[in-house]
């Protein structure tokens, strides 16, 4: 059995999607930040940081119990243990070349900017409100234009997914990136035509409608 310990549209929705994609068993556990479940020992035990997701995976194939944390790494694992579903390229290929470059892209770039928009107090001295402020304006603008880059790659090969015909393992991380930015005041991902047409395909993903469904979000997702 796989367990994905989750908080309602954090990064853990990128891997929910990709479980549901997958039609895998697995079961959610809840951790409720407002309770600062993510702080208590047992969590940190799964996850030393404190920061969701965490994905337990019981298969007998790995020893029993594997404990999985960051989002990119859950999904790889996700992917390259399920190979018949293809959501990922073959190793030693450029089209996988491409997709961990994006992957990676998606977590080390475009996520760690979107931090520092929903989280500006971090990158600032304890009390520096002002100091914040400019971080959270500098990060939105930045964030403008990585959704640009984005926008740029759909427009590349005027494909539906993100690396081309193919849906793999990067869509659900771009698009839950990409909702991220749907109280933006400035450029939105729905500001962009190609982002916008891609983020309603993924809305028609009956993963994502049921990933939706059972973390309790509501609208807009884009």
Same mark, same amino acid.
């Given at each position: 059995m796989?367990?994905?310990?989750?908080?309602?549209?954090?990064?853990?929705?990128? #891997?929910?999607? @990709?479980?549901?994609? =997958?039609g895998v068993p697995f079961d959610l556990a809840l951790v409720d930040r407002e309770a600062q479940a993510h702080k208590a020992p047992a969590y940190l035990r799964l996850n #030393?940081?404190? @920061?969701?997701?965490? =994905?337990v995976d019981r298969r007998p194939a790995f020893g029993g119990e594997l404990v999985l944390y960051e989002t990119v790494a859950i999904l790889l694992h996700l992917a390259d243990t399920h190979p018949a579903a293809g959501l990922a390229p073959a190793l030693g290929t450029a089209e996988r070349a491409h997709f961990t470059k994006w992957l990676v892209w998606l977590t080390n770039t475009l996520q760690a900017t979107l931090i520092h928009y929903f989280y500006p107090e971090r990158m600032v001295a304890e009390g520096n409100a002002e100091g914040a402020l400019q971080v959270k304006a500098r990060a939105m603008a930045r964030v403008g234009s990585l959704l640009e880059q984005l926008d740029a790659q759909l427009a590349s090969h005027g494909q539906p997914w993100l690396?081309?015909?193919?849906?793999s393992a990067a869509d659900p991380m771009a698009w839950m990136l990409t909702r991220w930015t749907r109280n933006f005041a400035e450029r939105p991902a729905r500001?962009?035509?190609?982002?916008?047409?891609?983020?309603?395909?993924?809305?028609?993903?009956p993963a994502v409608q049921a990933a939706i469904a059972a973390e309790g979000l509501q609208a807009p997702h884009g």
């Open positions: 796989i367990t994905l310990h989750y908080t309602p549209g954090s990064a853990n929705l990128a #891997p929910h999607v @990709l479980l549901h994609e =997958l #030393p940081n404190g @920061l969701i997701p965490v =994905l690396l081309g015909e193919r849906y500001s962009f035509p190609r982002l916008a047409a891609y983020q309603q395909r993924m809305l028609a993903r």
